[in-house]
């Protein structure tokens, strides 16, 4: 039997409903702060990715789905998204129409990880780009943002971590600083971190090993060379989450995967979710676009990670979603009523009713069960005989009560019936 690929997952009809939600509360906190929702092909030009995220990064360098097409280009399933908008953004002028543009997406990626709990292959996020500010209060809105949805969602276990990497010049002094520090250290250090001492020494700061962890308690911190503005935005960032009663914690160790960050960086994370701990991180991206050959323009931005919010959701059960049941169940008692079925059923439908009947040429016990199995609030016997005379039964399945109504207050008077229909569910 061939199954679906390690690492990825059906989303079944009975997961759904998370989903649909997640999704609801994201589009409106997004399109409550004017965010636009922006959709980007699943596959790129690989050196996108290459020169975008870092060629020393563990995503370009080892997690990447990357393949010759049969025209004989390299193309990769994204891996994440800033690089995607960054893209569109240079390709499409967005940044001559409207000076800061702010964008926000929902989108599956793809990362050959090794899968566990909270780490998949194809995996989604909702996220946002700001481009054209370097104003800080948009540091703190990509903050706020995720953590507002994450609140609306019901989690509580959350703690949102912030740093600042200051001005790129800055950074380059203090990674002489770290060399020197680790000097005389690099024979103590894990391989991974011993490589990274020679390709990108701030990713050390990443490491899960511990002894690495130990040698770095004592590193010089990067934030004590902060420069002026990078200091003041910070400063502002932190009052605006005061303000906003978001507790946080200044980790200065937070120095995340990617290259492009500057300034401030973050992630929120949650207690309830395993080893797999962060739920969305971000940071500011001043020099991305230029990078990518547009023209120099300041970006900020966060990507959330929402198996893993679902993951939280569940565990901290903090999700209780309420399935839209089938508001009426139309059962056949005898085939004359056939001729009927499609055009009350469609009729009923278009007032946005969810309303199912029998495909199957069932008894009529067996429609009831159906009928009960999706928690229908009302039947609907649909007999010939009835019919003949013009009435049918309405069984509201919550109290028992049946009624009998006019078939003509569906085809000629369907507010009628739906105000019946109304009434009847509060009786
Ligand atoms: P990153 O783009 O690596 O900064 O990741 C942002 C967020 O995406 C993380 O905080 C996770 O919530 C989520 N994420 C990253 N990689 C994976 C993965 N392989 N599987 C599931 N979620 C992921």
Same mark, same amino acid.
């Given at each position: 039997?061939?199954?679906?690929?390690?690492?990825?997952?059906?989303?079944?009809?009975?997961?759904?409903?998370?989903?649909?939600?997640?999704?609801?509360?994201?589009?409106?906190?997004?399109?409550?702060?004017?965010?636009?929702?922006?959709?980007?092909?699943?596959?790129?030009?690989?050196?996108?990715?290459?020169?975008?995220?870092?060629?020393?990064?563990?995503?370009?360098?080892?997690?990447?789905?990357?393949?010759?097409?049969?025209?004989?280009?390299?193309?990769?399933?994204?891996?994440?998204?800033?690089?995607?908008?960054?893209?569109?953004?240079?390709?499409?002028?967005?940044?001559?129409?409207?000076?800061?543009?702010?964008?926000?997406?929902?989108?599956?990626?793809?990362?050959?990880?090794?899968?566990?709990?909270?780490?998949?292959?194809?995996?989604?996020?909702?996220?946002?780009?700001?481009?054209?500010?370097?104003?800080?209060?948009?540091?703190?809105?990509?903050?706020?943002?995720?953590?507002?949805?994450?609140?609306?969602?019901?989690?509580?276990?959350?703690?949102?971590?912030?740093?600042?990497?200051?001005?790129?010049?800055?950074?380059?002094?203090?990674?002489?600083?770290?060399?020197?520090?680790?000097?005389?250290? /690099?024979?103590? !250090?894990?391989?991974? =971190?011993?490589?990274? +001492? $020679? *390709?990108?020494?701030?990713?050390?700061? @990443? #490491?899960?090993?511990?002894?690495?962890?130990?040698?770095?308690?004592?590193?010089?911190?990067? /934030?004590?060379? !902060?420069?002026?503005? =990078?200091?003041?935005? +910070? $400063? *502002?960032?932190?009052?605006?989450?005061? @303000? #906003?009663?978001?507790?946080?914690?200044?980790?200065?160790?937070?120095?995340?995967?990617?290259?492009?960050?500057?300034?401030?960086?973050?992630?929120?994370?949650?207690?309830?979710?395993?080893?797999?701990?962060?739920?969305?991180?971000?940071?500011?991206?001043?020099?991305?676009?230029?990078?990518?050959?547009?023209?120099?323009?300041?970006?900020?931005?966060?990507?959330?990670?929402?198996?893993?919010?679902?993951?939280?959701?569940?565990?901290?059960?903090?999700?209780?979603?309420?399935?839209?049941?089938?508001?009426?169940?139309?059962?056949?008692?005898?085939?004359?009523?056939?001729?009927?079925?499609?055009?009350?059923?469609?009729?009923?439908?278009?007032?946005?009713?969810?309303?199912?009947?029998?495909?199957?040429?069932?008894?009529?016990?067996?429609?009831?069960?159906?009928?009960?199995?999706?928690?229908?609030?009302?039947?609907?016997?649909?007999?010939?005989?009835?019919?003949?005379?013009?009435?049918?039964?309405?069984?509201?399945?919550?109290?028992?009560?049946?009624?009998?109504?006019?078939?003509?207050?569906?085809?000629?008077?369907?507010?009628?019936?739906?105000?019946?229909?109304?009434?009847?569910?509060?009786?």
């Amino acid at each position: 039997m061939i199954k679906a690929i390690t690492g990825t997952k059906d989303i079944l009809p009975s997961d759904i409903n998370k989903w649909l939600h997640l999704e609801e509360v994201v589009r409106k906190l997004f399109t409550c702060y004017n965010y636009k929702e922006i959709r980007t092909p699943i596959f790129e030009d690989t050196s996108l990715f290459a020169r975008g995220i870092g060629e020393e990064t563990d995503i370009v360098s080892k997690e990447m789905y990357t393949f010759i097409d049969r025209g004989g280009t390299s193309l990769t399933l994204k891996p994440e998204m800033t690089a995607s908008v960054v893209r569109a953004f240079i390709e499409h002028s967005l940044g001559a129409s409207q000076p800061l543009n702010k964008l926000f997406y929902i989108s599956p990626m793809f990362r050959q990880e090794r899968p566990q709990a909270g780490r998949f292959r194809q995996f989604h996020q909702f996220g946002a780009e700001a481009l054209g500010s370097q104003s800080p209060l948009l540091d703190a809105e990509m903050i706020q943002l995720p953590y507002f949805i994450f609140k609306e969602l019901g989690l509580k276990h959350l703690s949102v971590k912030i740093n600042s990497l200051g001005e790129t010049e800055i950074r380059d002094k203090y990674k002489k600083v770290l060399r020197d520090y680790l000097s005389d250290k /690099i024979e103590r !250090l894990s391989p991974e =971190s011993k490589k990274r +001492f $020679e *390709t990108n020494i701030l990713r050390i700061f @990443d #490491s899960k090993d511990e002894t690495d962890i130990q040698l770095l308690k004592e590193a010089p911190k990067l /934030i004590d060379y !902060l420069d002026d503005k =990078s200091r003041s935005n +910070f $400063e *502002t960032v932190k009052q605006v989450l005061k @303000d #906003s009663g978001i507790p946080y914690e200044v980790d200065t160790q937070l120095v995340r995967g990617l290259d492009y960050y500057t300034q401030t960086t973050f992630e929120i994370v949650s207690s309830k979710v395993g080893s797999q701990s962060a739920l969305c991180g971000g940071g500011r991206y001043d020099f991305l676009v230029e990078e990518l050959g547009g023209k120099s323009t300041p970006g900020v931005g966060f990507a959330s990670g929402i198996e893993r919010v679902l993951l939280a959701l569940e565990n901290e059960d903090a999700l209780s979603l309420p399935e839209r049941n089938v508001d009426i169940y139309i059962i056949r008692i005898d085939e004359t009523a056939s001729k009927y079925l499609h055009r009350i059923a469609n009729e009923l439908r278009n007032q946005n009713l969810v309303v199912d009947f029998d495909y199957l040429s069932r008894s009529m016990k067996a429609q009831m069960r159906e009928a009960n199995k999706f928690n229908a609030n009302f039947v609907l016997f649909l007999g010939g005989e009835e019919l003949e005379r013009g009435l049918f039964t309405l069984k509201n399945m919550k109290s028992g009560k049946q009624d009998m109504i006019g078939i003509n207050t569906i085809f000629e008077n369907i507010k009628e019936f739906l105000e019946k229909l109304n009434a009847a569910k509060t009786t």
